[in-house]
T-cell receptor
Framework: DGGITQSPKYLFRKEGQNVTLSCEQNLNHDAMYWYRQDPGQGLRLIYYSQIVNDFQKGDIAEGYSVSREKKESFPLTVTSAQKNPTAFYLC????????????FGDGTRLSIL | AQRVTQPEKLLSVFKGAPVELKCNYSYSGSPELFWYVQYSRQRLQLLLRHISRESIKGFTADLNKGETSFHLKKPFAQEEDSAMYYCALSPYNTDKLIFGTGTRLQVFP
């Protein structure tokens, strides 16, 4: 079954702790993205990657880090530098190209303990 | 600045009424525009893109460069259209999307 898998569905972080959100896709897509979704603010781009071993900052990259060592995987680390990490995080992927639709995962909800 | 504005947080209509969800954009180049939809308990998914000039589930959207708008329209709303709708813009020479804040459509029976 093709698609994007995000894990875990719910995640809790303690103060000062780094946490990593997983995103895996088996759609053979070159491009992958991470968005943050807050009530009333829509989706904001954190990081994106158009090819393996390369990624670019989005609009709100501070306090986050990513890696793209494999085509199918694009993990997001929320570091302790991110002062307001409580949010819903969405991962997406697409075929490269401006008009290509993005395919989204189910999301991970991160909360602070 | 590149920006997408959806002025309505919530739009409520009765079944059979026409629907128009507004989207305005700010972009100096030639825009690529999309509408994405999220139904309850489902993933965010593409509804339509302006380049395809298609009608999906009875919805259409026309790009108006003069008014910098890409409003989503449907002549007769159905209850199953109730969802969250996001307008998005893709800047030139990039795969990324800039999303609006979304409009929740409620269709009452």
């Amino acid at each position: 079954d093709g698609g994007i898998t995000q894990s875990p569905k719910y995640l809790f972080r303690k103060e000062g702790q780094n946490v990593t959100l997983s995103c895996e896709q088996n759609l053979n897509h070159d491009a992958m993205y991470w968005y943050r979704q807050d009530p009333g603010q829509g989706l904001r781009l954190i990081y994106y990657s158009q090819i393996v071993n390369d990624f670019q900052k989005g609009d709100i990259a501070e306090g986050y880090s990513v890696s793209r060592e494999k085509k199918e995987s694009f993990p997001l680390t929320v570091t302790s530098a991110q002062k307001n990490p409580t949010a819903f995080y969405l991962c997406a992927s697409s075929i490269s190209g401006r008009s290509q639709p993005q395919h989204f995962g189910d999301g991970t909800r991160l909360s602070i303990l | 600045a590149q920006r997408v504005t959806q002025p309505e947080k919530l739009l409520s209509v009765f079944k059979g009424a026409p629907v128009e969800l507004k989207c305005n954009y700010s972009y100096s180049g030639s825009p690529e525009l999309f509408w994405y939809v999220q139904y309850s308990r489902q993933r965010l998914q593409l509804l339509l893109r302006h380049i395809s000039r298609e009608s999906i589930k009875g919805f259409t959207a026309d790009l108006n460069k003069g008014e910098t708008s890409f409003h989503l329209k449907k002549p007769f709303a159905q209850e199953e259209d109730s969802a969250m709708y996001y307008c998005a813009l893709s800047p030139y020479n990039t795969d990324k999307l800039i999303f609006g804040t979304g409009t929740r459509l409620q269709v009452f029976p």
